[in-house]
């Protein structure tokens, strides 16, 4: 069974600061991406960050990266330098190569403290 | 480039209503997916079709729900009859699946459902 699991409901961060969302997954298969949405108070689901489950060097995207343990089956999000536009809904999830069916964690709300 | 494409944003209906929700999907996607938000069960895949053939409709609560995609830039998802608890946050997403892989999914704006 394909699975993933966002073991923080909720985080607050002050601004300016780091934070780090976590997420593991579990699957068989050895081929997959994995990805971090972004679901602020407008509902949209925006995508922050992708990994291609193959690549060792871990994902960047500006002020976000991911800390990517394909042994370990964890993908975690950084967000350095937080800002108040970060405040949103986090969503891991991946997609694996011989199934085109994504699979979603139950999200980490979190908020940017001024 | 136009994202996905969702109509209507809004919806009211009274219970019993049959309630038809469209989607456009972004342009060479062939993989269409919905999706129903709420808060006690988060999100929730409801269908998804390949090259408009659906795949798995596992997620599809009830006989009252059905989806339809009857061309690649065109797809459906009705409820009839509709209920108060299928209030919730309707989403569509498309992505683009090729031989050994698939790329990113990108979701429309959503409809959000209210069932009196």
């Known amino acids: 069974a394909q699975t993933v699991t966002q073991s923080q409901p909720e985080m607050s961060v002050q601004e300016a600061e780091t934070v780090t969302l976590s997420c593991t997954y579990d699957?068989?298969?050895?081929?997959?991406?994995l990805f971090w949405y972004k679901q602020p108070p407008s509902r949209q689901m925006i995508l922050v960050i992708r990994?291609?489950?193959?690549?060792?060097q871990n994902a960047t995207e500006n002020r976000f990266s991911v800390n990517f343990q394909k042994a370990a089956k964890s993908f975690s999000l950084k967000i350095s330098d937080s800002q108040l536009g970060d405040t949103a809904m986090y969503f891991c999830?991946?997609?694996?190569?011989?199934?085109?069916?994504?699979?979603f964690g139950s999200g980490t709300k979190l908020n940017v403290k001024p | 480039d136009a994202g996905v494409i969702q109509s209507p944003r809004h919806e009211v209906t009274e219970m019993g209503q049959e309630v038809t929700l469209r989607c456009k999907p972004i342009?060479?996607?062939?993989?269409l997916f919905w999706y129903r938000q709420t808060m006690m069960r988060g999100l929730e895949l409801l269908i998804y079709?390949?090259?408009?053939?659906?795949?798995?409709d596992s997620g599809m609560p009830e006989d009252r729900f059905s989806a339809k995609m009857p061309n690649a830039s065109f797809s459906t998802l009705k409820i009839q009859p509709s209920e108060p608890r299928d209030s919730a946050v309707y989403f569509c997403?498309?992505?683009?699946?090729?031989?050994?892989?698939?790329?990113?999914?990108?979701f429309g704006p959503g409809t959000r459902l209210t069932v009196l």
């Open positions: 342009s060479g996607h062939n993989s």
């Open positions: 997403a498309s992505s683009l699946a090729y031989a050994g892989g698939t790329d990113t999914q990108y």
């Open positions: 699957t068989s298969e050895s081929n997959y991406y």
């Open positions: 990994q291609e489950a193959y690549k060792q």
């Open positions: 999830a991946f997609v694996t190569y011989n199934f085109n069916k994504f699979y």
């Open positions: 079709f390949n090259n408009n053939v659906p795949i798995d």
